[in-house]
């Protein structure tokens, strides 16, 4: 599969588990959550790594170490303050804000010497922004100025810095990205086991909230996690972080099936977040007299 769709898929599963997230909080705690995700994700992850790859797992268990790192910044990191901000902000507030991922991304791969910045890529990158923006706000300036911090905002504002560092980080390792992924679960779940057991385990208190976390262990999980990391050893830092904008656009495509259609804004802005990573990928239309 091209990285450019692996990228449309992980973050389409990721944008379920903004909206499914956003509800299962309100019946089990964040750490819990987390906790709940991965126990129910590793062993599928090591098994998809088995098969797909076969791995020296000896190779790869040398590089424990900066698996743990990783896996505490990105597997943990990430998704425990995504869910603590959910409890205190909105998922659209959080998406707002998560779009800011894509800008760091390229900051810090620039400075880090893993990117160059060319105009497409920043052309590419304030596309996206633009559209994200129109899409949270419904065109309306008023509503963008009036948005205040709180606490939950400025937790979300830790899991961009959190995902921005995994993503660059995880690109040095050369380990197999399935392998990487599943013991990186594997790690950070032994160490987190204790750590949750000790503040208090939530069960998800009915049947719905089971289905809810089964399905945020088998596809933003397993799912988004397998196709982010294969595609991000294939593309430039630069392209996975504008590609992070379509969550809000799938956001949105769920919000319509389950009811609730978008605005023509929402279109533009989706337009604009798609050209924006499209252009910032480097992938060009072919011209007209072309395709005959």
Known sequence: ??????????????????????????????????????????????????????????????????????GAIGVVGYPLLLYAALEHTSAASASIINAANPALIVVAAVLLGQAAAHWRTWTGLGLGLV??????????????????????????????????????????LGVPPLASTAVQVLLTTLVLTPVTLAAGLTAPPDAASWWSV????????????????????????????VSMNLVTVFTLAIAALLGRPPTLVQLLGGALVIGGVLLASGVRARAGGRGA
Do not use: K
């Open 1 to 70: 599969m091209p990285a450019v769709a692996l990228l449309v898929v992980a973050t389409l599963l990721w944008a379920g588990n903004y909206l499914v997230g956003e509800l299962v909080v309100a019946a089990v705690d964040p750490l819990s959550l987390t906790w709940w995700r991965w126990v129910l994700a590793a062993v599928p992850l090591v098994v998809l790594a088995q098969v797909l790859e076969r791995p020296d797992w000896r190779a790869v268990a040398r590089h424990w170490r900066p698996l743990l790192l990783y």
């Open 131 to 172: 559209g994200v923006l129109l899409v949270l706000t419904g065109g309306s300036v008023e509503r963008l100025l009036t948005l205040s911090f709180n606490l939950g905002d400025l937790l979300m504002l830790g899991a961009v810095v959190a995902w921005t560092a995994y993503t660059l980080l995880g690109r040095r």
């Open 214 to 241: 089964l399905y945020i262990a088998l596809g933003p999980s397993i799912g988004s996690y397998v196709c982010w990391n294969l595609a991000v050893a294939r593309v430039s830092p630069t392209v996975a972080g």
